[in-house]
């Protein structure tokens, strides 16, 4: 077969983040060729790439190849043949051979083959899956707390915790239950590489908007072990995690007796200056506010203290409460304007609303104060 350099080098880096780095199956390293098709799998989700190109089927091992072509002129020709397990390739001014595995190795590409593909707003959606990685827990003591958790119905709610922070959302998009199928909860790996693909294919326009409206379409279908998604010219697949999803919702339900409005670069910059004596005592930043300011501290009984004001407005009366000053400072990253903080206790979590941002929850630290 033959393909321009700067094709195959596209569709091996959209593919790069699918490629296990480190695995006991070593066939794994590479993407296959096939059918019209690119295409890599870490047995939990795959991706195939529609690649007119591909006429005959090959594995490639991805990262011997990306290198190579890096140094490749991108209009270059690449004629690439297959002679039992070696793979040459050939184009003006340069050759090379790679033994590789027979295609018959490579596992089965996941296929969801039940299910209702239905049509939904890519750039509403997948910009929020994406939210949710930061919340999604690492440990695996509770693998149903690894993953970004997707309700369906006529408005379309995702959230992720790890037992110390949440995040929810509820989108204005509808994702109809199919056979009994209310919600999934898709791994964090696989909302990582939507992400990566989302921001990398063009995709077509959701019927009914303008294409200066950027509404792009992806098409959902979903049963109750596999999600996979489809756009441009890319299909993703994944198995969901098993196991009930936590009732996120009423963590954000709970009516708050105090809340504190503020701009969020003044919080962050007060956040910023006591975090080094923070970190100094297990990460504890202590809140406390009484009128129209609101004092942040970090302390350290060997070491000092720091602590620093700044202007608010609350209602309810005056209150205080202590969190993880890291915590603090990834939610606070990069936002503009105001941010409210609801408290119903010392003891009980805290809300965060930022505009149309997922609310995030966190909870308490109980110090002497």
Request: glycine content about 8%; proline content about 6%.
């Amino acid at each position: 077969m033959q393909i321009r350099v700067d094709r195959l080098r596209e569709a091996l880096e959209l593919l790069h983040p699918v490629v296990p780095r480190k695995t006991s199956l070593d066939v794994l390293g590479n993407v296959l060729l096939r059918n019209g098709r690119a295409a890599a799998t870490d047995l939990e989700v795959a991706v195939a790439l529609e690649l007119p190109e591909v006429e005959c089927e090959c594995l490639l091992p991805q990262e011997l190849v990306a290198k190579l072509l890096k140094y490749v002129p991108g209009s270059e020709v690449l004629t690439i043949e297959q002679k039992g397990k070696s793979l040459g390739f050939s184009w003006d001014g340069g050759q090379a051979t790679y033994e590789v595995p027979k295609p018959a190795d490579y596992p089965p590409l996941l296929e969801v083959k039940t299910g209702e593909a239905q049509a939904v707003d890519g750039e509403t959606l997948v910009p929020a899956l994406s939210a949710m990685l930061a919340y999604c827990a690492t440990a695996k003591d509770r693998l149903v707390l690894t993953g970004v958790h997707l309700t369906l119905g006529e408005t379309t709610e995702v959230a992720a915790g790890d037992g110390f922070r949440l995040a929810f959302q509820t989108l204005p998009i509808a994702v109809s239950p199919v056979d009994g199928v209310e919600g999934a909860v898709i791994p964090a790996s696989a909302v990582t590489i939507l992400g990566h693909l989302w921001r990398k294919v063009p995709g077509a326009p959701l019927d009914g908007f303008p294409a200066r409206l950027l509404k792009r379409r992806l098409e959902l279908t979903l049963n109750k072990t596999m999600l996979q998604v489809r756009f441009g010219r890319v299909t993703l697949t994944t198995r969901l995690i098993e196991g009930a999803s936590p009732n996120f919702k009423q963590f954000i339900q709970q009516e708050a007796a105090l809340k504190v409005r503020m701009l969020a670069p003044d919080f962050e910059r007060a956040v910023r200056r006591v975090q080094d004596m923070a970190r100094e005592n297990s990460g504890i930043v202590r809140l406390a506010w009484s009128g129209a300011a609101l004092s942040v501290s970090g302390r350290s009984s060997e070491k000092g203290q720091v602590e620093v004001s700044f202007p608010v407005t609350s209602e309810g009366g005056d209150g205080r409460v202590a969190l993880n000053v890291s915590y603090l400072l990834d939610y606070l990253r990069g936002r503009e304007g105001l941010v409210t903080m609801s408290v119903i206790s010392e003891k009980a979590p805290v809300l965060f609303r930022h505009g149309t941002s997922p609310v995030v929850v966190m909870m308490p630290i109980f110090v002497q104060w």
